[in-house]
C-alpha cells in the first residue's frame, strides 16, 4: 500500500503534494500529463542540483587551492608571510562580509537570478587572477572573487530548498550538493600541486569551463520566486564594517602586534560597527538579518558549529602547508599528496551522509563528527616536528571526517528548522558563521606564524587553538534536538 506524499508547511501544517489531487482525466499514476510534469519537475531539480553542487565546486576549490602555490606565489610576486595571508583572506574576508547581504539579495531577486550573476562575476575575477602581474593585483581579483562566491553560497542553497520541498528529499540532495565541496577539497591540494607544476596561475583558469557549464545548467530550470524586501543599508554597511575590521585587525595584529595604531583603530571600527548592526536590527522594518531567528536554539548552534568546523578543516590546511613546505621542504605537490587521504574520506563518505543521518540521527553525525576533529587537531598538535609523514597523513584524516559528518547534516537542520521565505537569509547567516570562522583561523594562526624563530611552536599553538574552539561547540552540539529519521 502507497502512502499520499505530503510536504510540510514552514509552520508544521501538511499540505498534500500535486500528485495528491486527482486528476480529471483520470489517475495521477496513469495521466500521460502528469507523467510529464512529473518528469520535467525531476528534470528540472536535477539541473538546478548540477548547478549548485557546481557553484560550491568552485567556491570550495578557490578556498584550498591556493594554500599548496603560496611559496610559489610569493617567490614570483613577492611579498611575507602577512601578503600570503592576504591572498587567502581578501577572499575569505569578501565571502564573509557580503554574505549577509547575499542572503538577502537571493530572497529579493531570486535564487536563479542572483546564482547566475555571481557565477558570471566568479569566472571574470578568476580570469583576473589568472592574469595578475603583481601581488596587489592579485589580491584586488581576490576580492572580486570572494564578494561573487558570496553571492553564489546562499543562491545555491535556497536553488535546492525550491527545488527539493519534501524534507527527506532536500537531506539527501545536500548530501550530493556537498560532494562539490568534497571534490573541491579532496582534489584542490594535489590539483594545485600538479598545476603548479606548469604554472600557479592555472589554478584559476580552471574556473572558466566549470562555471560555463554551471550557466549552462542554470539557464534549463525555473526561474526563482523573488520576495519583494526592502534593502536595509545600515545593516549591509555596518555588518561589512564590522567584519572587515575584524579580520584586518587581526592580520595586522599578527603582523605589527595588538599595540599597532592600525589594529586598534580596526578592531575599534569592528566593535561600533557591530553595535551598530545588532541595533538597527533591532528597529529596521526589514533587517537582512532578523534577530528572531536566534531565538530558535537549533539556529544558533547550527551557526556555531559551522564557525568551529571552518576554524578547522580550512585552518588546519593553511598551518600544515606552510609547515611541510618552509620546515620540511616538501614542494607543493609533495605536499598535496600528504593532503590526499584527510580530502578523500570526505569525498568517499560524503555521498552517504544523508543516509549516515537518517540512520543515526543527524545531532549524533554533528556530534561524533565535532568530536573527530577536535581528537585529530589535538594529537597533530602535540607532535614532534619530525614525525613521519605517513603518520601525519594518517592522523589529518579525523579532521577529514568532519566534512561528510557535520558540514551536510547541520545544512540540513539549518534549513529544515527556518521558512522557506528565509531560506536565503539562513543560509547566508550560517555561511557567513563559517566563513568568519575560516577568516578569523587564516588571520590568527598566520599571526602566530609569522616569527621564523618561532615558528613551529606556532604551528602547534594554532592546532591546538583549533582543537580547544571545536571541543567546546561539541559540547554545545549536545543541546541540539534529537530527531532521528529511518528510511
Known sequence: MTATPTTSSPTGATAATPSSVPATAGPASTSPAAGSARAGGDRHASFALL?????????????????????????????????????????????????????????????????????VVFVLASVGCGLAPSLGVLIVARFVQGAAAAAMMPASMALIRQAFPDAKARGRAVGVWAMGGAVASSSGPVLGGVLNLVDWRLIFFINVPVGAIALLLLARIRPSQPRVVPFDLIGQVTGVLAMAGLTFGAIEAGANGFRDPAVIAAFTVAAAALAGFVRAEQVVAHPMMPLQLFRSRTVVITVV????????????????????????????????????????????????SARMSERLGRKTLIVAGLLLMAAGLAVIGLLLASTPLWLLAGLMVFVGLGGPTVSPPATTVLLDSVPEAQSGVASGVFNTSRQVGGALAIAVFGGLLADPVTFVHGVHTSLLIAAAVIALTTVLALFLPTTKEHS
Open 305 to 352: 558549529s559551522g564557525f568551529a568546523f571552518m576554524v578547522g578543516y580550512y585552518g588546519l590546511p593553511f598551518v600544515i602547508s606552510l609547515f611541510l613546505q618552509q620546515h620540511r621542504g616538501l614542494d607543493a605537490l609533495q605536499t598535496g599528496v600528504v593532503f590526499l587521504p584527510m580530502m578523500l574520506i570526505g569525498l568517499v563518505l560524503t555521498p552517504f
Open 51 to 119: 548547478a549548485a553542487l557546481l557553484g560550491f565546486f568552485v567556491v570550495t576549490l578557490d578556498a584550498v587551492v591556493v594554500n599548496v602555490t603560496l611559496p610559489t606565489i610569493r617567490g614570483e610576486l613577492g611579498g611575507g608571510v602577512t601578503g600570503l595571508q592576504w591572498v587567502v583572506d581578501s577572499y575569505t574576508l569578501m565571502f564573509a562580509a557580503l554574505l549577509l547581504t547575499a542572503g538577502s539579495l537571493s530572497d529579493r531577486l531570486g535564487a536563479r537570478r542572483a546564482f547566475g550573476a555571481g557565477m
